[in-house]
Every structure is written in structure tokens, then in C-alpha cells.
């Protein structure tokens, strides 16, 4: 029994070191391709995680469907690569192969199958060489789809419009690789088309997102004069409910606070002074109902001084000063007891 064990633990140790040089070779090789020699594996050692037949039969099919791409012939390309990567999925041969396919696919236009197929590469071969290459392109189909561009069925059916599937893949590259370049700007292009398609909740959480997970990205300014511009744009006037209102002059304040020299300080200006005069208006708005329609003065002075506190040096202010002048004099008519009038005296004639 014990000759057995010693045996089974020797056979697993020299195992064991095979994998290692397998797997460190894997990490180490590099497959390059030239017009002169066409593809060849660089870095590799003795052992490369195939058979010799093996390796010969996928480096040809490799070569074949290099050849088949260069002289445009896509199709043909496409089922070589798809096949290599199939056949040898643990070969150094099948990321690359993957990834050729996918290219050759996207120049068709056949965007969804192309992002499938980059994320297959990137989620299954997370060390490839290619992953911030495959995330631009991921990037660039997502945009294609964004700005409403069709794809093609087959590379030649012209498809549908599908704005919707952009922001999935925007989605997805923030998920992929959200310390890369390309997640803030995802994000950006997710609110971006959100409003194109009117739905402004969903843009100021994309927003949201990006200013709280990237501060220090370039493109936070934009992001908060994005978030304070889109939060401005729900307000419908000084008659209906002011959250919005009150979030918008938030985030321009904010704005001016953090990005004081910023090209846009000027436009952040004027959408902050329109965002409180809005504001200032609706208190004034209230005040006016409760001293015209209920002779509620008390109220009414809460309101019209509420709107002076938002806006102070405003036109808005100005207006709701001399409402108080109106409510005190109101006030001061209705506490004067009136004075009765003397009635006439009747006169009484004798007939």
C-alpha cells in the first residue's frame, strides 16, 4: 500500500510540474503574425499545451484564415477562426482566433454577434494581450448603436435602429472594465442617449454614477453641468412641485464651487440665476394664494419672505417685498375696529 502511495504522490508532483511549465508558458508566449511567415508563436518553450499534430493543424487553419481575410474573402475567414477557437479552446491559438473573427465581423457591421464574440474573449481570456483594444472597439459598436446606426444581417441586410442596445453595452463595458478610460465615458454616453430617448430619470442616475465613481475623471465637470442641466429641464414652472428646482440649483452651485475656471461657468451662471428665479417665483406663488384666496397673512408673509431668502438681490425679491408691504397693510385694515356711522334721525309731520 505504501509502494502504491509513493507511486500516486510521484505520478501527481511530476503532473503537477508539467502544468506549471504549461501554464507558465501559456502566460509568457506570444503569437505574431507577419506577411512573410504568417503566424508564428514567440516566447514559448519546449511544451506549448498541444499535441505537435495538433499545433500543426490549428497554425494552418490560422494561416488560412489570415490569408482568407487579407484578400477580403470575410466569411471564409470567420468559419476558420470560429473553428480554431472551438477545436482548441486551451491553445494560445483561440484567443487570437476569437478575437479575428470578431474584427472581421464588426468591419460587416454585424455588431451584436462582434460585441458577443469580443466579450467572449475578454471573459474567457481575461490575460490577452488585446483586452484594451477589444474594450475600444466594445466601445465603439456601443456608440454605433447609440447614434442610431443599423446593422447588418449576414453583413448585408440592412437590420433595425436599437438605441436600447447601446446603453446594454455601455452597461457592459462599465462592468468589464470599469478602471478604464472607457467607463466614465460610458457612462456619459448612457445619459447621453437616455435623454434621446426622453428618459431623463435614468440619464441623471447614469450621471449620478459618474460624478460619485469618478470624481477625478476629466469629464466630471460635464457630468455636473449635465446632472444640474437635466434636473433643471424636468421643472414645468413656479406652479408645480420644485424638487427638481432645488436639485438643479445644487448641482450648479456645486458646479461653480469645484470648477470655478471651467469654459462653461458662464452657461452654469445663467441656468443657476433661471433655476432661482423659478424658485423664488413658486414661494411667491404660494403667498400669493394665501393672501388673496384666504386672508391667511401669517402664511402669506412666510412664503413671500422665503422667496426674498432664495434670491435675494432678484427681481423676485423685489416683488415679494412689496407683497409684504400689501399683507401689512391688510393686516393693519382688518385689526382697525370700524367706527359705526350715526344713524339719521327720522322726522315725524303731523297731518
Same mark, same amino acid.
Given at each position: 500500500?505504501? %509502494?502504491?502511495?509513493?507511486?500516486?504522490?510521484?505520478?501527481?508532483?511530476?503532473?503537477?510540474?508539467?502544468?506549471?511549465?504549461?501554464?507558465?508558458?501559456?502566460?509568457? +508566449? #506570444?503569437?505574431?503574425?507577419?506577411?512573410?511567415?504568417?503566424?508564428?508563436?514567440?516566447?514559448?518553450?519546449?511544451?506549448?499545451?498541444?499535441?505537435?499534430?495538433?499545433?500543426? %493543424?490549428?497554425?494552418?487553419?490560422?494561416?488560412?484564415?489570415?490569408?482568407?481575410?487579407?484578400? !477580403?474573402?470575410?466569411?471564409? +475567414?470567420?468559419?476558420?477562426?470560429?473553428?480554431? +477557437?472551438?477545436?482548441?479552446?486551451?491553445?494560445?491559438?483561440?484567443? #487570437?482566433?476569437?478575437?479575428?473573427?470578431?474584427?472581421?465581423?464588426?468591419?460587416?457591421?454585424?455588431?451584436?454577434?462582434?460585441?458577443?464574440?469580443?466579450?467572449?474573449?475578454?471573459?474567457?481570456?481575461? %490575460?490577452?494581450?488585446?483586452?484594451?483594444?477589444?474594450?475600444?472597439?466594445?466601445?465603439?459598436?456601443?456608440?454605433?448603436?447609440?447614434?442610431?446606426?443599423?446593422?447588418?444581417?449576414?453583413?448585408?441586410?440592412?437590420?433595425?435602429?436599437?438605441?436600447?442596445? !447601446?446603453?446594454?453595452?455601455?452597461?457592459?463595458?462599465?462592468?468589464?472594465?470599469?478602471?478604464?478610460?472607457?467607463?466614465?465615458?460610458?457612462?456619459?454616453?448612457?445619459?447621453?442617449?437616455?435623454?434621446?430617448?426622453?428618459?431623463?430619470?435614468?440619464?441623471?442616475?447614469?450621471?449620478?454614477?459618474?460624478?460619485?465613481?469618478?470624481?477625478?475623471?476629466?469629464?466630471?465637470?460635464? +457630468?455636473?453641468?449635465?446632472?444640474?442641466?437635466?434636473?433643471?429641464?424636468?421643472?414645468?414652472?413656479?406652479?408645480?412641485?420644485?424638487?427638481?428646482?432645488?436639485?438643479?440649483?445644487?448641482?450648479? #452651485?456645486?458646479?461653480?464651487?469645484?470648477?470655478?475656471?471651467?469654459?462653461?461657468?458662464?452657461?452654469?451662471?445663467? !441656468?443657476?440665476?433661471?433655476?432661482?428665479?423659478?424658485?423664488?417665483?413658486?414661494?411667491?406663488?404660494?403667498?400669493?394664494?394665501?393672501?388673496?384666496?384666504?386672508?391667511?397673512?401669517?402664511?402669506?408673509?412666510?412664503?413671500?419672505?422665503?422667496?426674498?431668502?432664495?434670491?435675494?438681490?432678484?427681481?423676485?425679491?423685489?416683488?415679494?417685498?412689496?407683497?409684504?408691504?400689501?399683507?401689512?397693510?391688510?393686516?393693519?385694515?382688518?385689526?382697525?375696529?370700524?367706527?359705526?356711522?350715526?344713524?339719521?334721525?327720522?322726522?315725524?309731520?303731523?297731518?
Amino acid at each position: 500500500m505504501s %509502494n502504491l502511495l509513493a507511486r500516486a504522490l510521484s505520478r501527481f508532483t511530476i503532473l503537477s510540474f508539467a502544468l506549471a511549465i504549461l501554464t507558465g508558458t501559456a502566460l509568457h +508566449a #506570444e503569437l505574431v503574425w507577419t506577411p512573410a511567415t504568417g503566424w508564428k508563436v514567440e516566447g514559448e518553450s519546449v511544451l506549448t499545451g498541444m499535441l505537435p499534430e495538433e499545433g500543426r %493543424n490549428a497554425l494552418d487553419s490560422m494561416n488560412k484564415a489570415r490569408a482568407d481575410e487579407e484578400k !477580403g474573402n470575410h466569411s471564409s +475567414a470567420m468559419k476558420r477562426y470560429e473553428s480554431v +477557437a472551438k477545436k482548441y479552446p486551451n491553445s494560445i491559438y483561440a484567443p #487570437e482566433a476569437l478575437y479575428r473573427a470578431a474584427r472581421v465581423r464588426l468591419e460587416r457591421r454585424q455588431y451584436t454577434k462582434a460585441f458577443d464574440a469580443f466579450q467572449n474573449v475578454v471573459s474567457r481570456y481575461p %490575460n490577452s494581450p488585446h483586452f484594451n483594444a477589444i474594450i475600444s472597439e466594445q466601445y465603439r459598436i456601443a456608440n454605433a448603436y447609440a447614434d442610431g446606426k443599423r446593422p447588418r444581417y449576414f453583413g448585408l441586410i440592412p437590420g433595425f435602429k436599437n438605441r436600447a442596445k !447601446g446603453i446594454e453595452y455601455f452597461e457592459k463595458i462599465v462592468s468589464t472594465a470599469p478602471y478604464s478610460d472607457y467607463a466614465p465615458l460610458s457612462l456619459m454616453n448612457i445619459a447621453r442617449t437616455h435623454q434621446k430617448l426622453d428618459q431623463p430619470d435614468e440619464a441623471i442616475d447614469a450621471l449620478d454614477r459618474m460624478i460619485n465613481n469618478y470624481q477625478k475623471s476629466l469629464l466630471a465637470p460635464d +457630468a455636473y453641468y449635465k446632472l444640474a442641466e437635466t434636473h433643471a429641464s424636468l421643472v414645468d414652472g413656479p406652479y408645480y412641485d420644485q424638487a427638481s428646482t432645488r436639485q438643479a440649483i445644487t448641482y450648479f #452651485e456645486d458646479f461653480l464651487i469645484l470648477f470655478p475656471t471651467d469654459s462653461n461657468v458662464p452657461s452654469v451662471d445663467k !441656468g443657476l440665476t433661471d433655476s432661482r428665479t423659478v424658485f423664488a417665483q413658486s414661494k411667491i406663488k404660494i403667498g400669493d394664494f394665501y393672501f388673496y384666496k384666504r386672508d391667511n397673512y401669517k402664511a402669506a408673509r412666510v412664503f413671500y419672505n422665503e422667496a426674498i431668502t432664495s434670491f435675494p438681490d432678484s427681481e423676485s425679491a423685489a416683488e415679494a417685498r412689496k407683497r409684504l408691504s400689501e399683507v401689512d397693510a391688510a393686516e393693519n385694515k382688518a385689526q382697525t375696529p370700524e367706527v359705526p356711522r350715526p344713524k339719521p334721525k327720522r322726522s315725524f309731520w303731523l297731518f
